[in-house]
Structures are given as C-alpha cells and as structure tokens.
C-alpha cells in the first residue's frame, strides 16, 4: 500500500493535522491508521454492569478515533501558558496564534460558545492571595468545556468530515513497528484482523499519545530516533463535595494550581478539575487500570474531582521513567485485585486503611463504584505520597475543606508522556520524513495543544 502522509494515531493531533492539510487545499493522500475504533462505536460497558469489562483488545476509553479525548471531560485550554512545553520549541506567539485558530476549528464543529474563567473578578483576586499565603501559584486559563457527552458528538462530526474528504481511515489497525532504512523512514508496519501489511509514505507522522508512548520509545531506541527521558507524573485523583470547591467551581471552573511543598520541592500541580463530574477507570493493554475524570454537560454528580500530580524528572543512569510508573501503578492494582484503590486522606494521616463500612457513613460518597478502599500508602513511593500530602494542606488554606477528613484519594493516576522527541522547529526529528506529534512526543499534555501541534504538522506538509 502507499499514500503520501501517513498518520499513525487518530487522537486530536493526527485529526489536526489532516484537517489542517485538507484545509489548506491540498492534494496529498492520507491515510490515518487507528488502534482502536471508530468513535460511534466506542462503547463503555461499565455504565450498564457498573464494573470494568476489561474490554478487548483494546480499553475503549483510551483508544480509537480521537483517542482519550472523546471520552475523557473535553477540556480545551486555550492559554499557551498550559499544556506542555510546544512553546519553548516554536515560541510563544505561533504557539499562542495556533491556539487560537484551532479553538475556531473546534467551534466549527460544533463547541460549546461559552468560555469559562474569562474575568478576573474580586473572588478571582481572593483566590489568587490565598494561593500565594500557601506558596503556590494561581495559573489563568480560559476553558472551553466540550463535556465528555458533546466531545463524542464533535469527533464524530469530525470523522465525518475526514471521510467525506477522502482520508483513509484505517480503524481497528495497529501499528506494529516503523520502516526505517538509511536513516530515513519510509512507512510502517501494520496489522488488521490478523493480515499483516506494509505502508509506504513520503512523510509518516507518529501520533499514538500517551496511550503509545510507552510503545514509541521502544521504537526510539530501535531506530536511534533522537530523544530523551523527560517528566513523568505520578498522584492521585481527588475527590470532595461541589459544595466545598463552589466558589472556584463558578468563577474558573477548573484551578491550576502549582506548588513545590517542601522537604523536596518537586513540582506538584493540579489537573482536569471536573465538577459535578465523575472519577473513572482507564485500562491499558498490560491490564494496567488507572483513575482519571470525566465531566459531562448535563449529568452532574454531587462531588468535584480533581487529578494532583508530582512530577518526577530522573537523572542518569535512569532512563525508564515510563517503566517507574508503571510499577508504581502495578502494586496499586495488586492491593485493589485490578481495580482503582480509594482511600480517606484523614485515614492517611491516622496511619490506617480505609474500609467499606467508613466510606458508605461519609458525606463523600465514590463516583467510581466498584473502587476498592484500602491503603494507598502501601504502594506510593515515600517521595510522592509526602509531596501529594503537603499539596492537599496548601490547597486546603485556597480551598477551605479541601483537606477533610473524608475527601477521597484514588490512585494510581500517571500520566505517561515522558519520552520527549528531539524535533527542531519544522517538527523535524533526525529520521528524514519522520515526524512526532502529540502526547506521545513528549511536548504536548492535554487536547488542545495536541491539536494545535497537528495544525502546524498539517500547514508544514501543505506547503512541500
């Protein structure tokens, strides 16, 4: 088979990228391949039997068109100041303008209008003293809240489009490994419903995101693709009633917040805040279960979740941070029989686990129901489970209660993209007519940046 681009993941990134290429007129074939499958038929079965599947061969949350981002609380940043480090690589102004552009492709689809965060009101102000009285910094950002209900609407529209313009859509295929001769790649390997084919390109673009990053960096150290360890986030997702996270509920809807609690000073930041949303299970394909967020449009629980992250940077000899979660998460699991592991933060403190009866007492009731409670600290590395707690007693004097006793920590929650790709400006790795775009290049953390990365991939092949 051969087609002129050829997109190796269909998240936002490789979706941007073909819709900028057809936008800017032009003629090339392209062709998307896709693990998973098409977005009408991604399907969550535990909304009806309320436990995890453990679908196969793939989750159905993390993978297929769209990637997590269908399924996940469609959250579009658009500050430049959030989402990753694209900006130290392109500046800040293309990366602002990209942004901006992109949020109007995404409103072309059908996006909600309405901006949320925008003022910077009295109660914003408060907010931000508060923060700076318990050493942490108030980031800013308008969001545009798609809901994970809309979101799945937007991206079918979406694969729609793509069809209708003549993108080859190959769904239900994975990629299993890249051909690269001479320094220079020329297509890739792929597998359907056990056939096994090749794929010839003229420009090949790897946007697998998170979901692939652990299988991207295997193929980088095959192939010498430039790159090196980066951050790797590990914590837990946090939940509290909407009533104590009211005030930033209304006025910024989502707080980012970052700190560098002593005694190490790592990085510790919070991420997808969800209120009224509900907390979720993510499988990958190892088995590994992980905890994210979901917020919907229309359904709305009685709690607001909210991920905090520590963000761990190795040095040599390490170089296999990906691995280092990994086994942080696999020890999660196996106290929680492959479940996602819940405890009370005031149990934490007590030095005990927490058990069924306590939870089903509390004014915290779990959004995710088949949650195991237990003792989280039992598999937590000492660093990260002392930088989370000392976070929490920050956050706590920004949001009154934050730091209750019966505020529920769920965990694993990690995020892997800490493979970052060495690219110069053009999106150019050292491997000739090889590109990498997204989560999984190690550059871009959420939707909107991942998309505006694959506009900017998508002007750059219009234009050879």
Known sequence: MKTDVLIIGAGPAGIFTAIEMIRR????KITIVEKGRAVEKRKCPKEVLRRCANCQPSCNITTGFSGAGAFSDGKLSLSCEVGGELPSLIGEELAQSLIDYTDGIYLDFGADKRVEGMEVTEEVKEIRRRAIGAGLKLVLCPIRHLGTEKAQALYLSIERHLEEKGVGLLLDTECTNLIIKDQTCLGADIVAGGRHESIYAD???????????????????????????????????????????????????????????????????????????????????????????????????????VAILCSHNFSVPFNQPIEYAKKVGELTNMLADGKILVQRYGDILDGKRTWEKELAYSNVRPTIPDAVAGDITSAMPY???????????????????????????????????????????????????????????????????????????GRKLAEK
Request: net charge neutral; charged share 20%.
């Open 383 to 457: 660093r990260a489970m002392t930088n989370i707690i000392n976070f929490i007693q920050a956050m706590d004097q920004v949001v009154p209660g934050f730091a209750a006793y019966e505020t529920l920590l769920y965990s694993p929650e990690l995020k892997f993209y800490s493979n970052r790709v060495k690219m110069d400006p053009d999106l150019n790795t050292n491997i000739k007519n090889l590109h990498c775009l997204g989560d999984s290049s190690g550059w871009t953390r959420g939707l909107m940046m991942a998309s505006a990365m694959g506009v900017l991939m």
């Open 25 to 28: 007129g032009s003629a090339k």
């Open 203 to 305: 420009s090949v673009i790897v946007a697998t995101g998170r979901r692939g990053a652990e299988w991207f960096e295997e193929i980088c150290e095959e192939y010498g693709i430039a790159h090196q360890p980066g951050t790797v986030d590990i914590g837990v997702r946090v939940e509290v009633r909407n009533e104590v996270m009211e005030t930033v509920n209304r006025v910024l809807y989502e707080s980012k917040l970052i700190g560098y609690p002593k005694p190490f000073k790592n990085k510790v930041r919070t991420f997808c805040q969800n209120p009224g949303g509900f907390v979720s299970q993510e499988n990958y394909d190892n088995g590994l279960a992980v905890v994210n967020g979901h917020s919907y449009k229309h359904r709305k629980s009685e709690n607001t979740n």
